[in-house]
């Protein structure tokens, strides 16, 4: 069974603060592992698509990373607007399902 | 691009009618469609899969019969919550996924249902 855990729960910073987020993974046959961004109310906004160990991508402020076991999700010098759930997941095998962490509550304080 | 939409956005019925909620992709075909329900504070529940001109594929536990998923074209999901009940009350999220293979989800804005 899939499983992803995500650290920590609830992340706040300061703005200009930059720091990590980490989401561990177990799956059988790794077809993607994906980060989207989740503000209240609104449904999870697409960030990254990761494919293989050694990936990596960068957009704005954000860098994601992946390894065998683990990706980070890097913030360098957040603001407050960067604050949200940041939800990472995973789908494996030869369906198309995603298993998703809980997710990390990241507050950027101004 | 990749953008999905949903309408209504929220929607307040009394307990005992149905509603639906359609599901939209505006600049892709998606193949595959997917709803999920997320309570307060926690993560997304997938609750159904469903390919363009097939019968959708319901996760253990969803009810079939009250939570109808039609996917009659590559660009539009429909769920009907039947006989609706407060217990029912949730938000509600649909995804899709591109025609061209990749294995990313792309989601709607969501649709917050309360019934009274």
């Known amino acids: 069974e899939d499983q992803v855990t995500q650290s920590p729960e609830a992340l706040r910073l300061q703005e200009g603060e930059s720091s990590s987020l980490n989401c561990s993974y177990t799956?059988?046959?790794?077809?993607?592992l994906f980060w989207y961004r989740q503000d209240p109310g609104k449904g999870p906004e697409f960030l990254f698509t990761l494919y293989s160990a050694g990936e990596e991508k960068e957009k704005e402020r954000l860098k994601a990373t992946l390894t065998k076991k683990e990706s980070f999700l890097h913030i360098t010098a957040p603001k407050p607007e960067d604050s949200a759930t940041y939800l990472c997941a995973v789908t494996g095998g030869s369906n198309y399902k995603l298993t998703f962490g809980k997710g990390t509550l990241l507050t950027v304080n101004p | 691009g990749a953008v999905v939409s949903q309408h209504p956005s929220r929607v307040i019925c009394k307990s005992g009618t149905s509603v639906k909620i359609e599901c939209r992709s505006l600049?892709?075909?998606?193949?595959?469609m997917f709803w999920y329900r997320q309570f307060p504070k926690q993560s997304l529940m997938l609750m159904a899969t469903?390919?363009?001109?097939?019968?959708?594929?319901?996760e253990q536990g969803v009810e079939k019969d009250k939570f109808l998923i039609n996917h009659a074209s590559l660009t539009l999901s429909t769920l009907t919550v039947t006989s609706a009940h407060p217990e029912d009350s949730s938000f509600y999220i649909c995804?899709?996924?591109?025609?061209?293979?990749?294995?990313?989800?792309?989601f709607g804005p969501g649709t917050r249902l309360l019934v009274l």
């Open positions: 600049d892709f075909q998606a193949t595959t």
């Open positions: 799956v059988s046959g790794l077809r993607g």
């Open positions: 995804s899709a996924r591109s025609f061209l293979a990749d294995w990313t989800q792309y």
């Open positions: 469903s390919n363009e001109g097939s019968k959708a594929t319901y």
